[in-house]
């Protein structure tokens, strides 16, 4: 069965350094994968989707992920943290008839 | 541009009380329609999906029931509410023609069973 495992539960850095959010995923062939941001409270909101169409993905707020089928890894990062970035991540795969994987979850905290 | 809306926004029941959340989606036709419930300190599990009216499929035996009684509007129900039925449940909607996996999430509804 397909899965998604998210390596971290939790992750804190102090604001303006990198972050690092990691993610592998387990299908053979090549997914669609996804990164979604919740904040408290809120919905899901889309940062990025893979499709291979190329390897390094941008997405919104100054996020990117790279897919790496040898590592079968898909991991979520950002240059420098803002405050505004704490919230929940979550490394999501497509599955059969639109049905999605979700990982379970980093809550990022920004450090002042 | 689509947007989703979920009412209410928070819900503070009765145990043996009923339930009735509302989704709807602007902005686009014929759109696939999905229920998820996040319970705390869990991730997100699939109640329920739609690809048209009338038509549901359930992916879990539970208290609940959903509806679609008319294109772009997606109802979850319950007859009595359990305390376990406390949640954060999310709609979401996807195309059926072009990039039809990907899920775009309303804001949610904050339910408290008490």
């Known amino acids: 069965a397909q899965s998604v495992t998210q390596l971290d539960s939790h992750v804190s850095v102090s604001e303006g350094t990198p972050v690092l959010l990691r993610c592998n995923y387990s299908?053979?062939?090549?997914?669609?994968l996804f990164w979604y941001v919740q904040h408290p409270n809120k919905g899901l909101q889309l940062l990025l989707k893979y499709t291979s169409a190329a390897t390094l993905v941008k997405g919104i707020n100054g996020f990117e992920a790279e897919f790496k089928k040898s590592e079968t890894s898909f991991h979520l990062t950002k240059p420098s943290a803002h405050m505004s970035d704490a919230a929940e991540y979550f490394c999501?795969?497509?599955?059969?008839?639109?049905?999605?994987?979700f990982g379970t979850g980093t809550l990022l905290a920004v450090q002042p | 541009s689509q947007t989703i809306h979920q009412w209410p926004a928070t819900l503070v029941q009765p145990v043996g009380s009923p339930l009735s959340l509302e989704c709807t989606v602007e902005?686009?036709?014929?759109?696939?329609l999905y229920w998820y419930r996040q319970a705390a300190g869990r991730g997100l599990q699939l109640l329920f999906y739609s690809v048209g009216i009338g038509q549901i499929s359930s992916e879990v035996p539970q208290n609940l029931s959903a509806s679609r009684p008319q294109d772009r509007q997606f109802i979850l129900s319950s007859k009595k509410l359990l305390l376990s039925d406390s949640g954060f449940y999310l709609c979401?909607?996807?195309?059926?023609?072009?990039?039809?996996?990907?899920?775009?999430f309303g804001p949610g509804t904050r339910l408290t069973v008490l």
């Open positions: 299908s053979s062939y090549s997914p669609s």
């Open positions: 999501v795969e497509g599955g059969a008839t639109n049905k999605l994987i």
């Open positions: 902005g686009t036709s014929n759109p696939n």
């Open positions: 979401a909607w996807s195309a059926i023609w072009t990039d039809t996996d990907t899920q775009y």
